[in-house]
Structures are given as structure tokens and as C-alpha cells.
């Protein structure tokens, strides 16, 4: 029996020996392995044959060469592949273009998305101890679930660093609503109140002042814009702002610091700094106690510390905690890198900073990835049916001496070629269109073409025109390449005919497309399924201005609840729209979270809340301090049956529950509905003056209120919400999903059309010759349309049928994961993808029937 070593070694061993040595070498160790053959045995010859090979591979073995004029051929190749391709895409203008088209389509979304995604996993990276600065979270057990929050004890920050040499500096911040005047200029603001370490631990950059400025406590600090807003041309350092508070207080500082505009990748930044000794000064709360729970706690390490160093301290903090606050009890502490808050901020209650849920990132670039999979295929077939013309030149370049590899790498450069200006017109409408619009459609964030490192945006690039360039090219060069010069040349080449894996592509193709369609419209669906919700009560005709008090709230009222448009009218501590906050209290062995709303007599009437048991509030004196009212989702967290006549105790308060109204939704569509108790409102706790109108007589109401508030208070802003606007922010947001989801999906109906385009291209191209010979035979239109048609009729179906439940399957677990109430999944999106694969279907096949039945069989078959 004859022995052979195996081939892949001796092809390997041919490839990269000097052909001086070949002969020798090869003659060598093939004598080798016939005497091992003989002596040991076929196994241990062919193990052995291969270590041959590769120890021969060596420096002075390896076949290289360093001739100049060898490099000046390689460049001259080049450059010849260059002019080759150049001349193909004038050539072929119209399937170049749609090449290039619809790469570039696909490469902008993905440049697009890159950035968005960048900006936002860049976030706060810029400041340059970003890595040693935390926020100390910290959970709360809350209806059984632990909430993660932001609030965390008022004292910790300072008990960590006197306890801790680790920790270098610590910064709290504490929000409060304030009037801001200078001069006649009058505002509504909101100023955090910090400690002096705070722009040591954090790299804002200054226009003026310096960093040590919140050490001197009747200094504060401005943002840019807030300069610009108060002082226009004049040099804002030194003037004086006065700062009005809810209690009555009023403090007037000196600008000690401008800020320059926020980086785009921060999120965290406000308009007013005001040191925190000025906090203790106004008096709110007992703040010097470990019940008070502060906005956030930052801590900065010392350089080479690590944040498991401070974890011993927290289970005394937590009894420090639990003994001042038994009805807010903090479970456990979690420090969080400043690096990660805009990225788990979602998961946060009462969030500092600014960010979005991961599944919406995730779903874009998983769709950029469909986007960039279903050109790629486009860029296949059409090639593939561009290079059919060229077969003859393919030819002759074999008989002149080309070798396929050749071949290949020359459709491969002119692949790269199409691809340079598919990235080209791709980032020029990723830069001009794309990247404004979402700046537009995402206002919070500032979107600009741009990333967090320069040069990421140039290894996008390059990764972008290497990678799309190899995946659409590398099929279409080797499936051209391996054509027989003889049967080209006798003109027997079945190009097209039976082509299986055109049909894959195709089949794969339309299989990301209908994925990305359906999954969009379910989205869509499930949108504006929010934006028509029901808000649990009427808005329309509501009017609420914001007052200081008691004082404020009477010569309001007597002002305005005369006039002839005013229906209802209440006070109210707090605002539907505006944010309600959320207390805690224990029932039994569990802690409850509660939205808290005080309210007076009218409430329920002015705001039309539903009232499913019982009865609203009134000015009685049991209803001022003892009464409540529910909604549905109290009672269920209570676990009663029935909650009317039920009591239960907050705040060192026994509450009776004398009503229950219908869950409504007090915060935007998105947020969940959580318990919320209505208890009367003292005097000095009054915020907002709240009337129902006439709604064809509100502007007329909305001009007397302002001018009796002008009389009533010159000092202070005129804050009016009409409250059909109250959710204004959410339907922005919502209308912008939505119009991001449409573009999506018209890029994949794009895409799918000209992938559609190109294989049906291909197909008829293959069978003209047929074609001719059945029209010759007396074939109708109608046989011609169902031979082109039959087959891809069948790949769309089988991808639709396997592309929808998973599309369906993905984006419904993004909604879940995102939207708090779904709907359920309806008929209408499969109508609409199968709808819109249908005309595509039908109007792409019309094209290439027509070209098929205007056919000359004169033209094909002359030569038959």
C-alpha cells in the first residue's frame, strides 16, 4: 500500500521554502518518511513529516525577496486595480450605485449609532479622578423589593472620611427650589447646596474664579448659560444674586466662579452652587442627624486605595441609620464608580445623574449590526451580477498568465474601492443629517459628530472599510475567479443558474430585514399605545400656579377664584407632573413605599380624580389630620381586601382611610404607578393654587391670575402650569421613538428592496437565453412571471415565518425590560411587514419582468 504524507504540510512547505532549496528539502524529508513507513508505521511518518516541515521553517529557508522592482510591480498592480475599478463603476453606474448607496445607508446609521453609544459609555470619564470618585447608594427594602437609591444619610459623607484615612474628600449634594433675583430679574431655580470639596474632586473647567471658592460661604458658583441669563455683556464675579427659599429665608451671595459649558459627556452639572454651611444656616431640618437623607454622597479615594476599605463601617452606619429613621431603613450601602452612574442611573430613585436604560442602546446597535449584514448582502449579489458582463475580461487575463489569486485580489481592491465611497457618502450624511437629527430628536443629550477619543472615530473607520470591505467582497471575488476559461470563451458558463447560496443571502437578508420591521412596528405599536393612555383624570381646563405659603395662597384665591371662567379650586404641597415624593413606612414586617400628595377640599373636583369608594377630602378638621384617601395600588400593597375604614401609621400619624380613587398617573407613561396616599395640607405647607376652567375661557383666566400675581408679589416669578402640558416632556420623547423607529424601518425596506433588486438581477441575467427560447415557443407573459417570481416567493415566506416570532420574541423583551405597562402583541405589525414584503416583492419583479419580456430573441439566440 502506498503511504502519503499529508498534503496540508507539503503545501505549507512549498509556500514558504525558497525555491534554491525546495528540491533538496522536499527530497529529504519525503526519503525520510518512506524509510519511517517501512521501519515504524504509517502514523508515527506522518507526525514526524510534519515537525519536518516546520523545522525547516526558518529565517534563511523562508522564500522573501527584497528587490525594489518587486514592490514597484506590487505598487504598479495597485494602482492599475485602482483604475480598473474606477473604470467599472462609470462603467456600470447604475449597480455601482446602488452599491454604494446602500453601504452607505448601512454605514451611516452604524457611524451614527457609534457615536450616540460612545457618548453616552463615555460619560464623566473626562474628569481626572474618575476612577477613584463613588457615590455611597444605598438599597431600601420598599413592598418587598429592594429599591436602590440615591438619598443616603446627610452624615455619612463626613463620617467617611473622618473614619477612613482612604478617604481623601467627600462632597454632598442637598436640592432645593429657590426664587434667584438680580436686580429686576426674577427667576425660578433649582441650587444644590455642596461642600467646598466639590471642584477638587470634580474637573469642571472655570472661566473665572478659582477652585477653593466654596471654602467662603457667601460666595457662589454659576454655570455658564446662568451668566449669560442674569448679567448678558457684564462680568458676572462679584455681583450679587439673592436666593430665595420655600421656607421664607432668603440668603444673598456674591459670584465667586463662572463655569465653562459642560463638557458634552457629563452627567452631572447645575446652573447654581451654594455652599453647603449655608444649608445648616436656613434651617429646613435637623440636617446635623443621621435620619436625614441628603440628595447623594460622593467620596474621592487617596491614590492606590481600593472602595472594599470602607466596607467594614457599614453595618455601623446602618444602626446609626436605623436608630434616627426606623420608618426609612436602609438595608445595605453600595458604593458606585462615578464612571457607571449614567449607565445604571435608571436603576436608581432620585438619580443625580442623567442617563438612559442599556436596553434601548442595545437594541440600536444590535439593529446597526442587521443594517450593516443586510448591505453587505446587497453589495454580494450585485456584484456578483455586475461581474457577469465581465467574464470574457476574466478570461483573457487568465490566458494572458493571471493566476486566481490575482483575479481575486483584484476584485477585492475594487471592492475596497466601492466601499472608500460608501464611507465617504456614509459619514457625509452621518455628519449632515443623521447625527443633527438625533440631536434634535434627543435633546438632553449633546449629540455632535464626534467620540470621546479622536482617533476611535478614525479606527471606526478604518475597521469599517477593511471589515464591510472583506465580508460583501471575499464571496463574490472567489466565486468569480473559479470560472473555466474555456467554457467562458465558448460561451457555455451557467452563470446564475441554480445559484443556492445567492438564495441564502437573500434568504438571510430578508430575514434581518423582517426582523428589524417587525420588531419596529411592535415598538411603535406598544408607543403610541403610551401616548394614549388614559392619565386617571382630567386635565383639560386645569391651571395651577406655584405660591409661598398661607399669605400668598389667600390674596391669590381672592384675586382669582371670582373670576367667571373658575369652576373648581384647591391647594395642593405638591403637583401632578412635577413629582410627587415618596415616603416610606413600616406595616407589619414590611416596608412600604408611598407617593405623598396634601391636598385641601376640592382637590378631587378641581383635578376630576375617579373616586371608587368613599369620599374625597374636605376642610373638616378629621380630614386635616387624620383622614386619607388612597388609590388601587395602596390598597393592593397593603394586602387588604377592602381599604375603606382601614388605618395605618406614617410620620407618628394614625391615618384613617376615608376614599380610594382610581390609580392615575402622577409622573410621565413610562414610570410605573406606585401606592399614593391624598392627607390634608397644614397652612404653612400650601404651594400651588390649582383651578379648573372654562377651557375656551382659560387664556383670559391665565392673563387676569398673572396680573393679580403681579400685584400680589412683583418680587417673585409668575410659575403657571397648564396641566395638559404636564407631560409634554414624555410625549417628546415618545414622538421621537417613534420617528427614530420609522427611520429604522425604512432603512431596512431600502436595503431589502435593493438586495431583492440585485439577486432578481442575477437570476434573469442567467436566463435571457430561456427566456427567448419560450417566447420563440409561444410562452405568455403570465409563465415568465411565474418562473421569476415562484422561487423567491419562497424564500421571503420561509423568512418571514422564521424572522417574525423572533423579532416579535426580541422587541418584546426590550419593551418589557423598558415600559411598565405593555400591550399585548396584535395582528397589525405581521399585516404590515407582510404587506410591505409583498409590494416589494411585486414591485421589484415587475422591473426585471418587463426587461425579461422586452427581450429581443433575436439578439440571444443568433449565435445558437
Not at 454604494?100 to 446609521?109: K, L
Not at 434627543?442 to 464626534?450: A, G, L, S, Y
Not at 381672592?558 to 405638591?574: E, F, K, R
Not at 378631587?604 to 369608594?613: A, I, N, V
Request: net charge negative; charged share 20%.
Amino acid at each position: 500500500m502506498n503511504y502519503e504524507p499529508p498534503k496540508w504540510a507539503d503545501r505549507f512547505l512549498r509556500w514558504y521554502c525558497n525555491p534554491r532549496f525546495l528540491e533538496e528539502i522536499e527530497g529529504d524529508i519525503y526519503e525520510l518518511f518512506d524509510r519511517r513507513v517501512e521501519q515504524q508505521n504509517p502514523k508515527v511518518a506522518r507526525l514526524k513529516f510534519i515537525w519536518d516541515v516546520f523545522r525547516f521553517f526558518r529565517w534563511s529557508n523562508i522564500n522573501r525577496t527584497n528587490s525594489k522592482y518587486t514592490t514597484m510591480n506590487h505598487f504598479m498592480l495597485l494602482r492599475n486595480y485602482l483604475k480598473l475599478g474606477m473604470r467599472n463603476i462609470r462603467k456600470n453606474l447604475v449597480s455601482s450605485s446602488i452599491n454604494i448607496f446602500g453601504m452607505a445607508i448601512a454605514i451611516c446609521f452604524a457611524i451614527s449609532i457609534f457615536i450616540f453609544t460612545d457618548a453616552q459609555l463615555s460619560m464623566d470619564n473626562f474628569h481626572s479622578n474618575a476612577d477613584r470618585i463613588y457615590q455611597i447608594t444605598n438599597y431600601v427594602d420598599q413592598d418587598g423589593n429592594d429599591n436602590l437609591w440615591s438619598d443616603s444619610p446627610m452624615m455619612l459623607g463626613p463620617a467617611l472620611k473622618t473614619d477612613h484615612p482612604s478617604v481623601e474628600e467627600f462632597a454632598r449634594f442637598e436640592f432645593r427650589s429657590t426664587v434667584a433675583k438680580y436686580k429686576s430679574e426674577v427667576f425660578d431655580e433649582l441650587a444644590v447646596f455642596t461642600d467646598p470639596s466639590f471642584f477638587k474632586m470634580f474637573d469642571y473647567e472655570m472661566i473665572a474664579g478659582n477652585r477653593d471658592v466654596l471654602y467662603n460661604k457667601s460666595n457662589v458658583v454659576i454655570s455658564k448659560e446662568m451668566a449669560i441669563k442674569y448679567f448678558n455683556d457684564e462680568d458676572p464675579i462679584g455681583k450679587e444674586l439673592s436666593f430665595k427659599f420655600m421656607n421664607g429665608k432668603v440668603k444673598r451671595l456674591v459670584v465667586g466662579a463662572v463655569l465653562e459649558k459642560y463638557p458634552y459627556n457629563t452627567s452631572i452639572g447645575f446652573d447654581f452652587y451654594l455652599p453647603m454651611e449655608n444649608f445648616y444656616d436656613l434651617e429646613f431640618e435637623n440636617a446635623n442627624d443621621w435620619a436625614f437623607m441628603t440628595d447623594a454622597n460622593f467620596i474621592l479615594l487617596k491614590e492606590g486605595e481600593s472602595i472594599s476599605s470602607i466596607y467594614d463601617s457599614f453595618d455601623k452606619y446602618k444602626e446609626l441609620q436605623h436608630g434616627s429613621n426606623p420608618e426609612w431603613k436602609v438595608r445595605s450601602f453600595e458604593p458606585l464608580v462615578l464612571t457607571d452612574l449614567s449607565t445604571t442611573s435608571y436603576m436608581i430613585e432620585g438619580s443625580v445623574s442623567g442617563g438612559g436604560h442599556p436596553a434601548g442602546r442595545v437594541a440600536l446597535i444590535v439593529i446597526a449590526t442587521f443594517l450593516l449584514g443586510m448591505a453587505c448582502f446587497n453589495f454580494m449579489n450585485i456584484s456578483v451580477v455586475s461581474a457577469s458582463k465581465r467574464l470574457k475580461e476574466i478570461a483573457l487575463r487568465k490566458v494572458m498568465g493571471s493566476v486566481r489569486r490575482e483575479i481575486i485580489y483584484q476584485f477585492m481592491v475594487e471592492n475596497l474601492l466601492t466601499c472608500f465611497f460608501a464611507l465617504l457618502v456614509g459619514a457625509a450624511l452621518s455628519y449632515f443629517l443623521l447625527i443633527p437629527w438625533f440631536d434634535i430628536m434627543i435633546p438632553e443629550m449633546d449629540i455632535q459628530f464626534r467620540t470621546n477619543d479622536p482617533f476611535t472615530l478614525i479606527y471606526l473607520m478604518l475597521g469599517l472599510l477593511i471589515g464591510v470591505g472583506i465580508i460583501s467582497g471575499a464571496y463574490p471575488a472567489f466565486y468569480i475567479s473559479k470560472f473555466d476559461t474555456i467554457t467562458i470563451f465558448k460561451g457555455n458558463e451557467k452563470f446564475g443558474s441554480k445559484n443556492l447560496f445567492s438564495k441564502i443571502m437573500l434568504g438571510i437578508q430578508f430575514f434581518l430585514a423582517v426582523m428589524t420591521i417587525v420588531g419596529c412596528f411592535i415598538m411603535t405599536e406598544q408607543s403610541i399605545y403610551l401616548g394614549e393612555k388614559d392619565w386617571g383624570y382630567d386635565p383639560e381646563g386645569t391651571m395651577s400656579v406655584y405660591v409661598n405659603g398661607q399669605e400668598q395662597y389667600d390674596l391669590l384665591k381672592n384675586q382669582v377664584v371670582n373670576h367667571p371662567a373658575v369652576i373648581n379650586h384647591t391647594s395642593s404641597d405638591l403637583l401632578i407632573g412635577r413629582g410627587i415624593t415618596k415616603v416610606s413606612f413600616e406595616m407589619g414586617d414590611k416596608q412600604i413605599g408611598v407617593r405623598r400628595i396634601g391636598a385641601s377640599e376640592g382637590y378631587f373636583d378641581t383635578f376630576r380624580l375617579r373616586m371608587k369608594e368613599g369620599r374625597p377630602l374636605t376642610d373638616r378638621a378629621e380630614d386635616k389630620n387624620g383622614n386619607v384617601v388612597v388609590n388601587e395600588k395602596f390598597v393592593n400593597a397593603m394586602g387588604w381586601e377592602s381599604g375603606l375604614g382601614q388605618t395605618f401609621t406614617y410620620d407618628s400619624t394614625r391615618y384613617k382611610v376615608v376614599g380610594i380613587v382610581e390609580d392615575f398617573h402622577y409622573y410621565d407613561f413610562f414610570s410605573p404607578i406606585d401606592p399614593v396616599m391624598i392627607h390634608g395640607l397644614a397652612p404653612e405647607k400650601v404651594r400651588y393654587l390649582t383651578v379648573q376652567a372654562d377651557p375656551e375661557k382659560l387664556v383670559d383666566l391665565e392673563q387676569h391670575t398673572r396680573e393679580a400675581w403681579l400685584a400680589i408679589a412683583p418680587n417673585d416669578p409668575f410659575d403657571r402650569v397648564f396641566q395638559e402640558d404636564a407631560f409634554d416632556g414624555f410625549y417628546q420623547e415618545n414622538e421621537s421613538n417613534i420617528n427614530i423607529l420609522m427611520l429604522i424601518t425604512g432603512i431596512a425596506i431600502v436595503l431589502a428592496c435593493l438586495g431583492l433588486y440585485g439577486l432578481l438581477s442575477f437570476n434573469v441575467q442567467g436566463k435571457l437565453k430561456e427566456f427567448s427560447v419560450r417566447k420563440v415557443l409561444g410562452a405568455e407573459p403570465k409563465v415568465l412571471v411565474k418562473i421569476i417570481s415562484k422561487q423567491y416567493f419562497w424564500v421571503l415566506l420561509i423568512s418571514f415565518l422564521i424572522g417574525a416570532p423572533l423579532g416579535t420574541f426580541g422587541m418584546m423583551n426590550l419593551v418589557v425590560s423598558v415600559f411598565p405597562d405593555t400591550k399585548p402583541v396584535t395582528a397589525l405589525p405581521f399585516i404590515i411587514a407582510v404587506s410591505i414584503i409583498l409590494i416589494t416583492l411585486i414591485v421589484t419583479v415587475a422591473g426585471q419582468i418587463k426587461k425579461a419580456i422586452n427581450v429581443n430573441p433575436a439578439d440571444l439566440l443568433r449565435t445558437e
